[in-house]
C-alpha cells in the first residue's frame, strides 16, 4: 500500500469510494451529480455507499462526468486519479473550496425557501383555526 496507486485499488477501495472520490475532486455534489445523470440523489448516495450499482448506461456517463475511465471506477485501474491529499499534505485546492462553499450556498438557499414555504403553510392552518 506504499504506492499511491493502491489507494483506490480494490484491497483499500470499494467502487463507491472512488465513485465518491473522483465526483469531489470533479467539484460535484452528490446532488449535481445525480441531476446531471438523470437520477435521484438517493441513488447517489446508495451507490457510494456501496448499497446498489449503476446501470452500464449510467457508469458510462458517469465516469466520463467525473473524468476517469469505467475500469477505474469499477477495479481501480486504469485512468483514474492519484490518492487524495491527506489534510497536513497541502490540504483542499483553492478551487475546489470556493466549489463546495458555492455549493453548500445554493443547498442552503433551497432549504431557506423550503422553510419559508413551511412556515407560510403553518401560518396559514394557524389563522384557519381561529
Known amino acids: 500500500m506504499n ?4 489507494w ?3 484491497e483499500s477501495a470499494t467502487f463507491g469510494d ?3 472520490g473522483a465526483r469531489e475532486a470533479a467539484g460535484m455534489t452528490q ?3 445525480a441531476r446531471r445523470l438523470g437520477v435521484k440523489k438517493t441513488t447517489i448516495v446508495d451507490w457510494e455507499n456501496d448499497l446498489s450499482e449503476p446501470r452500464a448506461n ?3 456517463m458517469m465516469a466520463g462526468l467525473v473524468n476517469v475511465s469505467i475500469m477505474w471506477l469499477l477495479t481501480g485501474e486504469g485512468d483514474g486519479m492519484d490518492a487524495p491529499v491527506e489534510e497536513g499534505e497541502g490540504g483542499m485546492e483553492l478551487s475546489t ?3 463546495e462553499l458555492r455549493a453548500i450556498r445554493g443547498e442552503m438557499r433551497v432549504c431557506a425557501e423550503r422553510a419559508a414555504r413551511l ?3 403553518m401560518r396559514l392552518m394557524l389563522e384557519q383555526k381561529n
Do not use: C, H
Request: cysteine-free; proline content about 5%; overall charge neutral.
Open 18 to 20: 472512488r465513485l465518491a
Open 119 to 121: 412556515e407560510k403553510k
Open 8 to 10: 483506490y485499488g480494490p
Open 31 to 33: 446532488a449535481e451529480l
Open 58 to 60: 449510467r457508469l458510462s
Open 3 to 6: 504506492d499511491e496507486k493502491d
Open 97 to 99: 473550496a470556493v466549489a
